[in-house]
């Protein structure tokens, strides 16, 4: 999957704020991500977030 940062990712399940969609703030093995609802930033696995991606926003 070929996801960049600034990347808006939308997700299979929301993010207990209610908010869906992260922005992407790096790449490589990991993924580092920050909600749009309410800031929070989260560190994981390329995989675990690929699997739960439902839709990509491509950053201009």
Do not use: Q, Y
Request: hydrophobic share 35%; net charge positive.
């Amino acid at each position: 999957m070929d996801i960049r940062v600034g990347d808006i990712l939308t997700m299979k399940k929301a993010h207990p704020c209610g908010e869906r969609r992260w922005e992407v703030l790096r790449t490589g093995m990991d993924f580092k991500l920050r909600c749009l609802g309410c800031g929070h930033e989260v560190m994981g696995s390329r995989g675990r977030f690929e699997r739960n991606v439902k839709c990509v926003e491509r950053a201009r």
